[in-house]
Nanobody, 128 residues
Framework: QVQLVESGGGLVQAGGSLSVSCAAS????????MGWFRQAPGKEREFVAA????????YYPDSVKGRFTISRDNAKNTLYLQMDSLKPEDTAVYYC?????????????????????WGQGTQVTVSS
């Protein structure tokens, strides 16, 4: 089991940068594939980025590719999301999540249901 706590959200102007972090409890963080999702008011939860536990490999949707970077530091039990060239449409609550899915993760990383553990979220607001 792992507990996740996000931090680093805030208010930023369009075109700016922001980094959010996700601190994980326990000694098994390195064995989880991790993802970032976001949810804006009135919208469904949306996949933002994923990183596998081994490799690692990273995945992004077209909407953030080239602007967002996911990374992890297993020694610090921490997941990161660096967000550059932010747009007002990036405004949302950002959640980190942990998955124990094995081989099929590479075809399922964008699906919220493959993640067993979630953080409480951190608000990111991008002003125009």
């Amino acid at each position: 089991q792992v507990q996740l706590v996000e931090s680093g959200g805030g208010l930023v102007q369009a075109g700016g940068s922001l980094s959010v972090s996700c601190a994980a409890s326990g000694r098994t963080f390195s064995t989880y594939s991790m993802g970032w999702f976001r949810q804006a008011p009135g919208k469904e939860r949306e996949f933002v980025a994923a990183i596998t536990w081994i490799g690692p490999s990273t995945y992004y949707p077209d909407s953030v590719k080239g602007r967002f970077t996911i990374s992890r530091d297993n020694a610090k039990n921490t997941l990161y999301l660096q967000m550059d060239s932010l747009k007002p449409e990036d405004t949302a609550v950002y959640y980190c999540a942990a998955s124990k899915l094995g081989r099929s993760y590479s075809s399922s990383y964008y699906r919220p249901e493959v993640y067993a553990y979630w953080g409480q979220g951190t608000q990111v607001t991008v002003s125009s």
